[in-house]
Structures are given as structure tokens and as C-alpha cells.
């Protein structure tokens, strides 16, 4: 992973521009991944950028369901959260490896908890990291693989 930008914010209302912004820069076709600890910010960062792309939809952690999609925007989003997966196989049985397949993919795909499907997410894509600096600061750390596997 190369490190692109890291910035820090105050609430997670800075988080969700930081989402809201990057959703403005990103065309179809994009994987990231959110890293981070429960209670980080990984949800509110795609609340923004579902807000960036268009969508007025209520984002939620899709905890219990794996994958929430929200369509109204400017593109379809796949909002994955792999926290309860028990096994990578579970993924796989859900078809999330045709995710990855970024020439038809028509939409972004955003994954929370990646360390749980390692080695599934096996194209180019963006990391974001989000550490705790306090209980309100959170430092987000941007970074791209660069086509690696
Ligand atoms: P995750 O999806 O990583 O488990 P959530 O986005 O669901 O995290 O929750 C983050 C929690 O941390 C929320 O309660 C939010 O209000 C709080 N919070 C405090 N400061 C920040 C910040 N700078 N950025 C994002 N969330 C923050
Ligand atoms: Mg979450």
C-alpha cells in the first residue's frame, strides 16, 4: 500500500465530507476497502460518499445483511460490512468475488472490515484507514495498492 493523503478530522461530520468529496473525484468500476476499529468512522465515511454521489438514502451498517446497495445516486454503491462473517467461504457463496471483476462492475464497491476476506479482494484498490486519535479526532489515511494483488 502507497500512502496518498492522510487528514485528520474533528467529528464525523468532516469524516463524511471527506467521503462526500472523494465520491465527487470517482467514476465506476472503483474498490475500496475501510480499515479500522469498531466505532471508527468507516460507516459515517460512506454515509458521505453515498451524499456525494447524489443520494439522499439513509445509510446504515449493514451488519446483519453483508451488502446494502444504494442506487439513487449518480452511481449504484455496494456497501459491504464482512464484520460477522464466520468464513471466507461465506463470501464466496454470496458472489462477491464478481465484484472485483472492475471492467463490469457498474457501480463502486466499498467493504468494511476487508481483513475478513483477505485475500478475496484480489484487484487495484483504494484503502481507507481510519485510527483513532482521541475519542472525537480520527486521523483517515488514504492509500492505493497500485494494481497489485
Ligand atoms: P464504524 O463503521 O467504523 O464502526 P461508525 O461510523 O458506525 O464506525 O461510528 C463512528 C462513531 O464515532 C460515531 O458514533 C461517531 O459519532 C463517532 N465519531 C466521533 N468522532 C468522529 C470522527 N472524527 N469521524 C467519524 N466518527 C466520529
Ligand atoms: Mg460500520
New binding site residues.
Given amino acids: 500500500m502507497e500512502e496518498v493523503l492522510s487528514i485528520v478530522?474533528?467529528?464525523?461530520n468532516?469524516?463524511m465530507l471527506v467521503g462526500e468529496k472523494l465520491a465527487k473525484t470517482v467514476g465506476k468500476g472503483v474498490v475500496f476497502t475501510l480499515v479500522?476499529d469498531?466505532?471508527?468512522?468507516?460507516?459515517?465515511f460512506v454515509k458521505g460518499f453515498v451524499k456525494g454521489l447524489g443520494s439522499d438514502e439513509l445509510v446504515t451498517?449493514p451488519t446483519f445483511t453483508l451488502l446494502n446497495v444504494y442506487e439513487r445516486g449518480k452511481m449504484p454503491v455496494y456497501h459491504f460490512d464482512m464484520y460477522r462473517l464466520e468464513d471466507v467461504s461465506e463470501a464466496q457463496e454470496l458472489g462477491f468475488d464478481e465484484y472485483f471483476d472492475l471492467k463490469s462492475l457498474d457501480g463502486v464497491v466499498l467493504v468494511?472490515w476487508p481483513e475478513k476476506v483477505e485475500g478475496l479482494i484480489n484487484c487495484p484498490h483504494i484503502q481507507i484507514k481510519?485510527e483513532d486519535i482521541d475519542?472525537?479526532?480520527?486521523k483517515i489515511v488514504i492509500a492505493s495498492n497500485g494494481g497489485e494483488k
Fill in positions: 478530522t474533528k467529528n464525523e468532516e469524516t479500522g469498531l466505532g471508527a468512522g468507516k460507516t459515517h451498517s468494511e481510519i475519542s472525537s479526532k480520527r
